[in-house]
């Protein structure tokens, strides 16, 4: 007895070390909230203003930006905003005040040497568009605003005036819808950028394809079209893509990449988790819940599962060939079941963070589920299934 109780402080002792360990890794940041943008109409669903958490930049960094814009997915018609509205992605009321930054956002050499002295901002996402939504009417009954395009612009604008007019180097980021929004405007931000600085985008788990359900349905591609029609996207949304098809399909990268003129580079997982829940196996097309166990921890999929799960990989990498063979590009695939893998420590930079042929963040695609044993596959509570 008294073995076990004292096995059992050892524990106690050994997981509060861990968590002081992990927790030294990142710190604080507060938010800022963009009054001046509301005036524009540049707000949030509620109509609240836009906002972003900044870290600043010091030594060598100080003249380097890194604009990194948050996910959430996305919201297709009044009666999914309206379900967003109230809520963080609706709403700046609703935001943590202070976020804990790490991985690419960590201010200590050893754990981001690239980027630990920059100025480092991550813009909240509160729009359901990916960034690129204007409609000037709002609808009194609902009092959503539909404004991401005018929060992206809100956005730069600001930074701008803080400092970001001098940078000799600046990246544009963002994770999930935030990596669709650094593909859907690399470009943009280029443009408004001073001609003297070095830009380039990342784009972590931003590489969204069109690919049937499980059921052998274009899921995504509906929903992709409905979110342009709710928001009224299209005008914002890359010309090179529009002039040649529809507008929802302007939505996914594989249309859109071969055209960026900007230096890109992609971070994503081939069994990209939202992807293998949303499009692939999405809750419609899966009535049953066939799914439910895979889709929260690969380990508990089935053969036949895995093997659908492969195709998808397949097709991953065909989608792939949209970002074309530009000296410019640059991409991080590895077969890991994850999304996002840029923002926390254990999957940015660690000892045990995954690694293709012992290459970190480097051009090269890894090899099919489950080889590389470096992974850090997700596993998911129930609450994760409810996305799109």
């Given amino acids: 007895m008294g073995d076990a109780r004292r096995s059992g402080q050892w524990m106690f002792v050994l ?4 968590v002081l360990l992990l ?3 990142g710190y604080d940041v507060g938010i800022t909230y963009l009054t001046e943008a509301v005036p524009k109409g540049a707000v949030c669903l509620d109509g609240s203003p836009p906002a972003y958490h900044f870290s600043e930049g010091f030594g060598a960094g100080i003249d380097n930006w890194l604009v990194f814009f948050e996910g959430g997915g996305w919201c297709n018609n009044v009666a999914d905003c ?7 992605l609706g709403s700046s009321k609703y935001m943590k005040k202070v976020l804990s930054f790490s991985g690419i956002f960590s201010n200590k050499q050893k754990f981001n040497p690239d980027f630990y002295n920059w100025n480092k901002i991550k813009v ?3 729009d359901g568009s990916s960034y690129t939504g204007d409609v000037e009417a709002v609808d009194p009954a609902t009092n959503l605003h539909f404004r991401g395009a005018r929060i992206f612009q809100a956005v730069i604008d600001n930074l701008l005036a803080r400092g970001m ?3 000799k180097n600046a990246i544009l980021a963002g994770c999930s819808a935030g990596g669709l929004t650094t593909i859907l405007h690399c470009d943009r931000f280029r443009a408004l950028l ?3 600085t070095k830009v380039k985008c990342f784009a972590d788990a931003g590489y969204f394809i069109n690919a049937k359900d499980v059921s052998g349905t274009l899921h995504i591609e509906e929903f992709y079209s409905q979110v342009v029609a709710t928001h009224n996207s299209a005008k914002n949304l890359p010309t090179s893509c529009t002039s040649r098809l529809k507008p929802g399909l302007c939505f996914f990268p594989q249309n859109v990449a071969s055209q960026i003129q900007t230096p890109i580079f992609l971070l994503n997982a081939a069994y990209d988790s939202w992807q293998i829940k949303n499009i692939l196996a999405p809750g419609v097309a899966d009535p049953h819940g066939a799914w439910g166990s895979c889709k929260l921890n690969i380990k508990k999929c089935s053969t036949d599962q895995l093997k659908v799960m492969h195709e998808f990989r397949m097709e991953f990498l065909k989608a792939l060939g949209g970002v074309g063979s530009s000296v410019s590009r640059g991409m991080f695939i590895d077969g890991c079941y994850a999304h996002c893998q840029a923002g926390t420590q254990e999957t940015w930079l660690r000892d045990d963070s995954p690694k293709l042929a012992n290459t ?3 051009k090269a695609i890894d090899c099919p589920y489950p080889c ?3 992974c850090h596959n997700r596993n998911f509570d129930t609450d994760a299934l409810s996305e799109v």
């Fill in 82 to 88: 309206l379900s967003r509205r109230d809520t963080r």
């Fill in 165 to 167: 007019k001098n940078a």
């Fill in 194 to 196: 001073p001609r003297g």
């Fill in 15 to 18: 997981v509060n070390l861990l």
């Fill in 124 to 126: 909240r996402y509160c």
């Fill in 360 to 362: 970190t963040i480097a």
């Fill in 372 to 374: 590389n044993p470096t």
């Fill in 23 to 25: 927790g030294a890794q």
